[in-house]
Nanobody, 129 residues
Framework: EVQLVESGGGLVQPGGSLRLSCAAS????????MGWFRQAPGKEREGVAA???????RYVDSVKGRFTISKDNAKNTLYLQMNSLKPEDTAMYFC???????????????????????WGQGTQVTVSS
């Protein structure tokens, strides 16, 4: 069974930084496309960043230059370093793994429901002064 457990969320002031972690229950990091999504109250879940088995990363425009996705295969852990945080980054952040893809389809971040995914339970990020 695939289990994904996020941690690292919290309350941070605008301009601050946080690093989210996602621990996988099995050795999956280097075999599948993985990524981060977020969902704000009253809004649909949206993609943030994705990384494939070769370490190629992709970001949505709203976080480019501020967020960095990475992974540690030895620790079975996915990370999201978030810098220069803005109030509009406030959301529940979810770790995800594509069920059967090693590469990340271009539209995964935009239409995640098109694919079969595994999800974590989420970690809350609140950006407020």
């Amino acid at each position: 069974e695939v289990q994904l457990v996020e941690s690292g969320g919290g309350l941070v002031q605008p301009g601050g930084s946080l690093r989210l972690s996602c621990a996988a229950s099995e050795i999956t990091n280097n075999r599948w496309c993985m990524g981060w999504f977020r969902q704000a109250p009253g809004k649909e879940r949206e993609g943030v960043a994705a990384i494939d088995t070769n370490g190629n990363a992709r970001y949505v425009d709203s976080v480019k230059g501020r967020f960095t996705i990475s992974k540690d295969n030895a620790k079975n852990t996915l990370y999201l370093q978030m810098n220069s945080l803005k109030p509009e980054d406030t959301a529940m952040y979810f770790c995800a793994r594509l069920a059967s893809r090693t590469t990340c389809p271009f539209d995964w971040l935009f239409i995640p429901t098109k694919f079969t995914n595994y999800w974590g339970q989420g970690t809350q990020v609140t950006v407020s002064s």
